[in-house]
């Protein structure tokens, strides 16, 4: 009786905060879409979505910004992404026992270190490099912080994969051995196929962290509302122009674009989610079925 009400109440308690947060949730969506209505009744919805930010002239286009938070996500993804992979590689057999322990300990750390901290360390190390070698100029460029940002999201991706290699591989092992397979092709050839759902959503968690971050890009992109045409060059993020909008504007036509980039990353990372619980499901109906 008393395990049936420790079930009951434990039950409850978990669907009264999944309301709770689904509700939260809701109501932030609302929050962004009914300050975004002035844009649509004075029909400037399309000129917001332009690509010309000009405040003086009265040009509100963020498209550059949406362009930039894509570009420097993917570019990042494209960075990392790889290295992640490596990494687990050489910690799950293609390396040296202890040093792949230790290149993890130094992942689990990665964790601790706070956003600002990388940018502060890339401002005064990476961006004079990159002065004095490949860039014209400050050195502030979509290249500098998408080096800094894939080193912020590495050790997502790495500890997402590290979890779904560790979960596989000890049901494996052991039948790979008996097959004379070595390290390298059991894990290329039987854990990465079992573990695609996972590297996707490796994938999928490190893109929206990169995607979400405002530090990095404010600090290191240059923050120039330029559509991004070369990673030499300087751009702009929808998290950074927001922080940028907010802190010198509250009631202009460029405060209420605002919103537009608050739905858009809301979306994306609504989409996020919905990818995630698609690739659950996909997990679930696959071990049903075996």
């Not at 590297?199 to 330029?226: E, K, Q, S, V």
Request: aromatic letters at 10%; charged letters at 10%.
């Amino acid at each position: 009786m008393q395990r049936f009400a420790r079930e009951t109440l434990f039950h409850g308690t978990t669907a009264v905060c999944a309301l709770i947060c689904a509700a939260i949730v809701v109501t932030i969506f609302a929050f962004l879409a009914y300050f975004s209505i002035p844009l649509l009744e004075d029909g400037r919805l399309i000129s917001i979505l332009s690509r010309s930010w000009r405040p003086f002239q009265g040009n509100f286009g963020i498209l550059p910004m949406i362009a930039g938070s894509l570009c420097l996500s993917l570019s990042a993804m494209v960075l990392a992404y790889p290295l992640a992979l490596g990494i687990c590689f050489f910690a799950h057999g293609v390396g040296p026992r202890i040093p792949g322990k230790i290149i993890l300990a130094l992942v689990h750390f990665m964790t601790s270190i706070p956003t600002v901290v990388y940018g502060f360390v890339a401002v005064f190390l990476l961006i004079p490099t990159l002065r004095t070698t490949l860039i014209r100029g400050s050195g502030f460029s979509w290249l500098a912080a998408s080096l800094t940002l894939a080193v912020l999201i590495l050790p997502t991706i790495v500890l997402f994969i590290h979890t779904q290699f560790s979960l596989i591989e000890p049901r494996i092992t052991q039948t790979t051995c008996a097959l004379g397979m070595t390290t390298s092709q059991r894990l290329f050839a039987v854990t990465m196929p079992l573990s695609s759902r996972g590297l996707f959503a490796a994938a999928i968690l490190g893109f929206g962290r990169a995607m979400g971050d405002t530090m990095i890009p404010l600090m290191l992109t240059g923050n120039a509302p330029l559509m991004p045409l070369s990673p030499l060059e300087s751009l702009r993020t929808m998290t950074a122009h927001i922080a940028l909008v907010v802190a010198t504007d509250s009631q202009g036509a460029a405060y209420q674009s605002l919103f537009a980039c608050g739905i858009i990353l809301f979306l994306i990372t609504f989409a996020i989610n919905l990818g995630l619980r698609w690739l659950e499901k996909a997990a679930r109906y696959t071990e049903g079925g075996v």
